[in-house]
């Protein structure tokens, strides 16, 4: 396929305001896209849609009507919508064990998964009216192995993954592309409890602008229902899952 052009789109980025989120809204204006931040930063926020000349939404992805108010603001203001990169995220901070805390696993859980079914079924019929378009949903390399030290993390991550595999065939008749990001560790603020061991341990930290890049080839594509794994020192790519065995017949 062609390289992604955006010229007169209109994407809405939830965790717009920092990290992934901002960097993707600024190579995504530089490509010619109106950019809808939405995000609970304001400050943050508000700043970077004046540089970007986009816009800012407070929104808390944990609300049903917050996304939907987003994808409205993106209609009301541009004219429609494209692209909906479905950004928001943190870590749970919340174990299983005498650690549990029922307040940060709904908090984990609201965000990370939540926030993904509510910002999918805003923005489907917002990009019907545009003929199709793309949702890009940041999960984790954690959806795709075992994650020991945030199990609630790893869990809420990988059904996002899940999510997508499901809808990528189920809504690619109609145009609209549903894909995962799965960075490893970027260099974001998500990171500030394991930056130290993960450097005293040599684990090499993802740069912010390769995991755009991994963004961007995903717009670039054509795949559907794909989780693309972003790591250092490796091309980034469509995971290959193996097939589950079927029934046997007797």
């Known amino acids: 396929m062609a390289p992604f052009d955006g ?26 896209v109106r950019p809808v931040l939405a995000d609970v930063d304001e400050e943050r926020g508000t700043a970077l849609a004046g540089e970007l000349d986009g816009r800012f939404v407070r929104c808390d992805v944990r609300d049903p009507a917050d996304s939907a108010a987003a994808v409205a603001a993106a209609v009301e203001s541009f004219g429609g919508l494209d692209v909906a990169f479905l950004n928001a995220g943190v870590s749970s901070g919340c174990g299983l064990d005498a650690d549990f805390d029922p307040e940060l696993y709904r908090r984990a859980i609201g965000i990370n998964l939540d926030g993904v079914v509510y910002g999918v079924h805003a923005a489907l019929p917002a990009l019907r009216a545009r003929g199709g378009g793309d949702i890009v949903a940041t999960a984790s390399m954690a959806a795709l192995t075992s994650t020991p030290f945030d199990p609630v993390y790893g869990a809420n991550k990988a059904a996002v993954v899940g999510l997508v595999r499901a809808l990528g065939p189920l809504h690619a008749p109609e145009g609209i592309r549903v894909n995962a990001l799965c960075p490893s560790f970027a260099d974001t603020a998500i990171l500030h409890d394991l930056k130290g061991h993960l450097r005293e341990t040599g684990f090499p930290i993802l740069e912010v602008a390769e995991v755009v890049e991994a963004f961007m080839a995903i717009l670039d594509g054509d795949g559907a229902g794909e989780a693309w794994f972003v790591v250092p020192g490796r091309e980034p790519g469509p995971f290959a899952f193996r097939g589950v065995p079927g029934p046997r017949r007797h």
């Open 7 to 32: 010229t007169g789109k209109v994407a809405l980025i939830t965790g717009g305001a920092n990290g992934i989120g901002a960097a993707v809204a600024r190579r995504l204006a530089g490509r010619g």
